[in-house]
């Protein structure tokens, strides 16, 4: 095959619809001293699920930590306590853009509980939908219900 018609396969692929489920961290973590990869990490059943949701759909999964950015599941990282604050969102915004372009994301579905239940998810959504504003993505919200609240949310 002529190197025009690789490098034209290549640029279509490139372009190639890439879907994002991502949900933001959880100040429920695994204790161990040791890194552990995110999802092993954080203990939440809305990061357990938002991970099923993903690999059920065949979409790419990630984690927005308010200290480490926008992580795969196994992506190893260190015990931490850190809650994402409103003067970080911007250089978060930054460092979130250039994964989801890394990660040629072409749209994104973000899981969160209702700003209600959780004023503090406001700044990790606020990341997550500028972020795909400057890649050009699309950006749905998903209200994520917690086992037990089903219809009170």
């Known amino acids: ?81 850190h809650l994402l604050q409103r003067d970080e969102v911007e250089a978060m915004t930054e460092r979130v853009a250039a994964t989801l372009e890394e990660w040629g994301i072409t749209e994104i579905d973000w899981f969160s509980v209702a700003f209600e239940m959780d004023p503090n998810v406001t700044r990790y959504r606020d990341v997550m939908k500028r972020a795909a504003a400057r890649i050009d993505a699309p950006l749905e919200l998903v209200i994520w219900e917690p086992t037990g609240t089903l219809g009170l949310v």
Not at 6 to 21: G, W
Not at 33 to 47: C, M, T
Request: aromatic share 8%; glycine share 6%; proline share 9%.
């Open 1 to 81: 095959m002529p190197n025009d018609a690789l490098a034209s396969n290549a640029a279509c692929r490139s372009r190639d619809p890439v879907k994002l489920f991502a949900t933001y961290c959880s100040a429920n973590k695994e204790s161990n001293p040791e890194d552990l990869p995110a999802a092993k990490r954080y203990i939440s059943e809305r990061i357990d699920g938002v991970h099923a949701l993903a690999n059920g759909a065949q979409a790419r999964f990630g984690i927005l930590s308010g200290r480490f950015g926008l992580l795969t599941a196994d992506e190893p990282i260190p015990p931490y306590d």
